[in-house]
């Protein structure tokens, strides 16, 4: 399956953490990460105030299903420092499973698409990237999508896809 997740790293290193992440997402088995998009900066969409955030989306193929993707890129979290102590606070890392394939799942553990990406140019910006003219299970098109004035900027080209 095809799927595509969103990257995000607002404490520390920003940028060796998101680094890190894909590198970890490469290692977990029944994962392939395909490409990512460049690394954005934007600042904090609710919680708290806290420091800047660095984003990305990348693309991955994977043989695991919706639920077994989630634990691993929990793990990946988990590995990196995550911890979940104030919603939408300051964070080492957040992994969003922002699409697989044209699947919608919306249970307990998981909602895909995220439930919240066309809301979000931190999302949608490095998405549109990735794939041109996505659309959502529903037909919604992203490039139909208004954003507001919420201030993204390039901040670093794509990372580096481990082989």
Known sequence: MD??????????????????????LAAQPGIDVQRTSRVWETGPVGGP????????VVQIET??????LLVAVNGVETTLGRTRD????????????LLIDRLTIDDRRLTVP???MQERAFVVMPLLELVPDPVLP??????????GDQAVRPAFPPLRVPI
Do not use: K, M, Y
């Not at 105030?49 to 990305?56: C, G, K, M, S």
């Not at 529903?138 to 954003?147: P, S």
């Open 3 to 24: 799927a595509f997740l969103g990257l995000g790293s607002n404490l520390g290193d920003r940028l060796a953490t998101i680094r890190d992440a894909v590198d970890l």
């Open 86 to 97: 104030v919603r939408w606070g300051p964070r080492t890392i957040d992994i969003d499973i």
């Open 138 to 147: 529903d037909g919604t098109r992203l490039l139909d999508v208004r954003l």
């Open 63 to 68: 043989e695991l299903d919706p639920h077994e």
């Open 49 to 56: 105030e806290q420091p800047d955030f660095l984003n990305a």
């Open 114 to 116: 995220h439930p919240r």
